[in-house]
């Protein structure tokens, strides 16, 4: 995991583990580069004895400058994952089918007839949930954001399937929406909260937060108390690890209810 600060990344745990279950002489490493150092690291990854690594702020948007892109990463502006491939430095962007595999997870066939998607936020995040949305036949996404200008600059990148929206608009959006996604950070621990009230939503709606500390937000509790179908972030952030591990290792490794203890274990201690 390259990053600055680099710290507080749960990635080495989730990493490690999968690396001793299925027996690979590897590790996973963190690796504190300052952003002037960026384009240095990566350009001397395997001289390092890496084949790829996890990129993480301030370093996403030069990790997909510097490197070859996917089409994931391309439609996000941003990679998370590079990887060597034939001695080309390749990168993609796994937030996108972490978003979409946790949702298959735990709210299978959610994408079946939806009709009205609410996604709140327009930063980073925001960008990989609408292009997991609209990879899986979205055809309108509308975007709620306290700053209305970067969720017009959304619509721009990603067409008109994405619909923004400013904060004070949000009651009639959440009328009938059928799925509701946090990208923000609001409910997150140390963050103001998230004052939303989910009652409107469609009877058999889904919410998904990407907020994963706390483990159960405001949000996803309000969600279950209303025997909505809720899928968390800590989901998100194990499933998104799994195609690195792949691409680096040659293993589709599972995403197992102890690996998710022990990261729920983790996340309770700090
Ligand atoms: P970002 O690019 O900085 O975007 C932050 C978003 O939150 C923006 O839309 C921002 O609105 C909004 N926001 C922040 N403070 C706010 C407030 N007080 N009131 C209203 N809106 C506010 O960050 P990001 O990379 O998208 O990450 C967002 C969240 O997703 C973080 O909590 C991060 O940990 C989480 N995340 C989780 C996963 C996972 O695997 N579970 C993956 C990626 C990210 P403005 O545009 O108005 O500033």
Do not use: C
């Amino acid at each position: 995991m390259v990053g600055w600060p680099v710290g507080h990344s749960r990635s080495p745990l989730i990493h490690k583990y999968w690396i001793a279950r299925y027996g690979i002489a590897g590790d996973y490493r963190r690796e504190a580069v300052a952003l002037q150092d960026f384009p240095a690291f990566i350009a001397n990854l395997r001289a390092r004895g890496y084949v790829g690594a996890n990129v993480t702020i301030p370093h996403k948007e030069a990790a997909l400058r510097l490197s070859e892109p996917d089409n994931r990463a391309l439609a996000v502006g941003a990679a998370n994952t590079l990887w060597l491939e034939q001695g080309r430095l390749r990168s993609t962007n796994t937030d996108v089918e972490g978003f979409i595999d946790n949702l298959d997870a735990h709210a299978p066939g959610w994408d079946k007839a939806l009709e009205k998607m609410v996604v709140l936020g327009a930063g980073g995040a925001a960008r990989a949930v609408i292009a997991g949305l609209l990879g899986r036949g979205a055809r309108r996404v509308q975007v709620a954001n306290r700053t209305p200008e970067r969720a017009q600059i959304l619509r721009e990148r990603f067409g008109a399937a994405v619909q923004p929206a400013g904060w004070d608009e949000l009651m009639p959006l959440l009328d009938g929406a059928d799925l509701l996604v946090n990208t923000t950070s609001l409910g997150m621990t140390g963050q103001p909260k998230l004052e939303i009230d989910i009652r409107l939503l469609a009877p058999r709606a889904v919410v998904a937060d990407l907020v994963y500390a706390p483990l159960e937000t405001e949000l996803l509790r309000q969600a279950r108390a209303r025997d909505l179908r809720a899928a968390d972030g800590l989901g998100m952030l194990l499933h998104q690890a799994v195609r690195g591990f792949l691409l680096w290792f040659g293993i589709t490794p599972e995403v197992t209810p102890e690996l998710r203890a022990l990261v729920e274990r983790d996340l309770a201690e700090r």
